[in-house]
């Protein structure tokens, strides 16, 4: 094709012009496919908590408590009108040495398991089965902690210094199951146990701990009344609905997106004004063709679609290998992240869609200077160019 | 009148910086009729090229008429130019002007194409204009794979592919050998006597003059009644009026 005749004219210039806007798209892909899977685990997570109520201690700062809560205030909270069936749960981390992890840390839920039929959010399972309150001793692994743990059901791994046999194995949620480990009730006490100071368990009931309820509502009743209804009606507790947790995960999200995105914005400018460069010196060079393009009949018009095409081949060239580059990035990182369940990346295909348009138009509005200038020349003016 | 290129009264100064400027030219008038092969000759500085890039449509005059085909053509708008030089008007120039990384075909079928034409069309009408000016055999080279006489032959390929009323040329001849320039003379000549296309030629070679119907004679911007000299300057390639 002429265009790209015309482009790769300086094949060095070009390719260095080129390679700006890769890095600049390699930086967009890269992050962005960073804040994508954020995006996913904060519509997971809202679905996740969609529909019920969370009742922790009334002590806990954040909506995530690990505080513990007594088990005896569970028949209160089910008397409260509305409430169709409540289940203790605890939660704690899988491992006592806190690694710094941008999603979620890995942690570790034991239930009392009632209420499953009403649970709106359905998890299936890859291998095995799901568990029941009669299973003491054996777990069910989430999708991301498989490689860690080295699951497989039928054998056992190794949760805080005890082992517990695997009888399931869950689907990928993308959202907070993925990085859990599923337990009976007494079990994830008697762990729980472990976190309490050695001076004060022989204060501590151990079949009474819990540190969160599970409400959920009867048909009809809206979960954020209900949240209201039970802070007011019981005392002790922090009863939270859905938009509670929406709000929380959207808002730590929302600054790592900006942070995210903006650092990506930069490397593409940057790379724009290497367009802009690039186009310019081109137009520059080619001075005196752009005269005798006039001279034998072209319009401005058609003199600024020529340059503004090479811009946007440019500008096509280059997202499209940042993209590829961005993509085999995030997945050797995800592979190599397998291992410790950090799986920080998603190229979706909005992403990937969104980061080669991006580029052509950062190609296009970086050659508009240049192409107008071009189309603005004089033809014998232009001609008498060296 | 059946003059086909007139230009009437003609200024044009250049600026150069403060008073500083250069009276390219002072009131130059001229009538080439439909058909002819006109030169214009004249020693550096009288205007030649200045006043054949005027006639031609490539530049503004200050003060003057230029009429083309009947029609008054100085104060044109730039939509209405650029139609000018797509349908009635061709350029050749000394430098050949060819576009580096288009092959000769490509770089006739351009001018088809920006007067409208579709690519295929555009190929077809320059492979039939190419097979005119006996350059058929080297359609697919680029420029700097063909000599100087050439790359003129491509030259006046474009020039003629969108059947122009006339031809203008600025030293067609200027940088090619005097065995390169005769063919060259000679082929304007045949598509002058075979489409009736008219031809102003700007010309230091005495050989174009003479081949020529009529040579017109510039001095210090202006036309002068053909005065008798005793010799015409010898042409110095590279150098414009």
């Known amino acids: 094709m002429q265009i790209l005749r015309n482009v790769f004219r300086r094949k060095l210039r070009v390719l260095l012009t080129i390679f700006g806007i890769t890095i600049g798209v390699l930086a967009l892909v890269v992050m962005g496919s960073m804040a994508e899977k954020i995006n996913l685990l904060v519509a997971g997570g809202t679905r996740y908590y969609s529909g019920k109520v969370t009742v922790a201690a009334a002590s806990s700062a954040s909506v995530f408590s690990t505080q513990p809560l007594s088990i005896s205030k569970l028949p209160q909270v089910k008397s409260v009108p509305g409430v169709a069936e409540v289940s203790a749960g605890i939660g704690t981390l899988l491992s006592t040495d806190a690694s710094t992890s941008f999603g979620m840390p890995a942690m570790i839920e034991g239930s009392d398991m009632r209420g499953q039929d009403l649970e709106s959010f359905k998890v299936s399972y890859s291998q095995g089965r799901a568990l029941t309150s009669a299973d003491v001793g054996s777990v069910v692994v989430g999708a991301d902690l498989v490689k860690k743990l080295s699951a497989k059901v039928g054998r056992f791994v190794t949760i805080r210094g005890e082992q517990f046999k695997v009888v399931g194995i869950l689907d990928k949620t993308l959202t907070a199951p993925d990085s859990s480990v599923w337990m009976t009730l007494p079990d994830a006490q008697r762990i729980f146990m472990q976190d309490v100071p050695e001076m004060l368990r022989s204060q501590v009931n151990q079949a009474d701990l819990a540190t969160s309820f599970v409400v959920y509502p009867t048909t009809g009743t809206a979960p954020e009344a209900l949240a209201k209804a039970i802070n007011l009606a019981v005392p002790g507790v922090k009863a939270t609905g859905p938009s509670a947790f929406q709000e929380e995960i959207a808002n730590s999200t929302r600054i790592l997106n900006a942070i995210l995105y903006g650092i990506a914005l930069i490397s593409l400018i940057v790379g724009g004004l290497s367009v802009i460069n690039t186009m310019t010196m081109s137009v520059s060079e080619r001075t005196r063709e752009i005269g005798v393009r006039k001279a034998i009949g072209a319009s401005d018009g058609q003199i600024v679609r020529q340059f503004l095409a090479e811009a946007a081949v440019i500008g096509f060239i280059g997202g499209v290998s940042g993209l590829i580059l961005g993509w085999l990035a995030a997945t050797v990182a995800d592979a190599l992240g397998q291992a410790s369940g950090l799986t920080l990346f998603l190229v979706t295909p909005r992403l990937a869609i969104g980061a080669v348009v991006f580029a052509v138009v950062l190609g296009l509005v970086s050659g508009l200077y240049p192409s107008l200038h071009a189309a603005r020349l004089k033809p014998v003016v232009a001609l008498r160019y060296e | ?241």
């Open chain 2, 1 to 241: 009148m059946s003059a086909l290129v007139s230009g009437v009264g003609i200024h044009k100064r250049y600026v150069l910086g403060r008073d500083n400027f250069v009276d390219a030219l002072q009131g130059a008038s001229l009538e080439v009729e439909d058909g002819e092969m006109a030169a214009i000759m004249g020693p550096s500085g009288s205007g030649k090229s200045t006043l054949l890039h005027i006639l031609g449509c490539l530049d503004s005059l200050d003060s003057g008429e230029v009429w083309l085909g009947g029609r008054r053509v100085d104060a044109l708008g730039r939509q209405e130019l650029t139609r000018l030089r797509r349908k009635e008007v061709g350029f050749i120039f000394q430098t050949f002007n060819l576009v580096p990384s288009l092959t000769a075909i490509e770089n006739v079928a351009l001018a088809a194409q920006y007067a409208g034409r579709g690519n295929r069309e555009a190929r077809e009408a320059a492979r039939e204009v190419l097979s005119q000016v006996e350059l058929s055999d080297r359609e697919n080279h680029r420029p700097t794979e063909l000599s100087g006489g050439q790359q003129q032959r491509v030259a006046i390929a474009r020039a003629l592919v969108n059947r122009p009323k006339v031809i203008f040329g600025d030293e067609p001849t200027g940088n090619l050998d005097s065995a390169s320039a005769a063919d060259i003379v000679r082929m304007m000549r045949e598509i002058n006597r075979e489409t009736g296309t008219t031809f102003v030629l700007v010309t230091h070679d005495p050989e174009v003059a003479g081949t020529c119907d009529r040579a017109i004679h510039m001095l210090d911007g202006k036309v002068t009644p053909r005065v008798a000299r005793s010799m015409t300057p010898l042409r110095q390639p590279g150098e414009a009026g």
